[in-house]
């Protein structure tokens, strides 16, 4: 059964930094990506970064380019998301999601256009507050 914990969020001043952890276990973490996303209240979901293990590929939206990274420790199963320079508009709810990149033939570099929730398995979100 495929798992996802995320972690690591909080409540932070604008320009601080967090780094946001998503912990996975039942699956072959090497044949897939690990995408997050955020939603802030009365707002749609927001793709914002990926890392494939399958192909080595990433992604990180425009939104949060120059300002947030994404990594793996492909040893620990966790896919980290650092966030810098936070903004009163990063605030939301963040959660990972999984995706069979190997089976489907996924990429992050397709994030946008490839992703499809109907593959996806979901952690239970964490969630990010900035502070004006």
């Known amino acids: 059964e495929v798992q996802l914990q995320a972690s690591g969020g909080g409540l932070v001043q604008a320009g601080g930094s967090l780094r946001l952890s998503c912990a996975a276990s039942g699956f072959t973490f090497d044949d897939y990506a690990i995408n997050w996303f955020r939603q802030a209240p009365g707002k749609e979901r927001e793709g914002v970064s990926c890392f494939s293990s399958a192909d080595g590929t990433t992604y990180i939206s425009d939104s949060v380019r120059g300002r947030f990274t994404i990594s793996s420790d492909n040893a620990k199963k966790t896919v980290y998301l650092q966030m810098n320079s936070l903004k009163p508009e990063d605030a939301a709810v963040y959660y990972c999601?999984?995706?069979?990149?190997?089976?489907?033939?996924?990429?992050?570099?397709?994030?946008?256009?490839?992703?499809?929730?109907?593959?996806?398995?979901w952690g239970q979100g964490t969630l990010v507050t900035v502070s004006s």
């Open positions: 999601a999984a995706i069979p990149a190997f089976r489907l033939g996924y990429s992050c570099a397709g994030f946008r256009h490839q992703f499809n929730p109907r593959f996806a398995s």
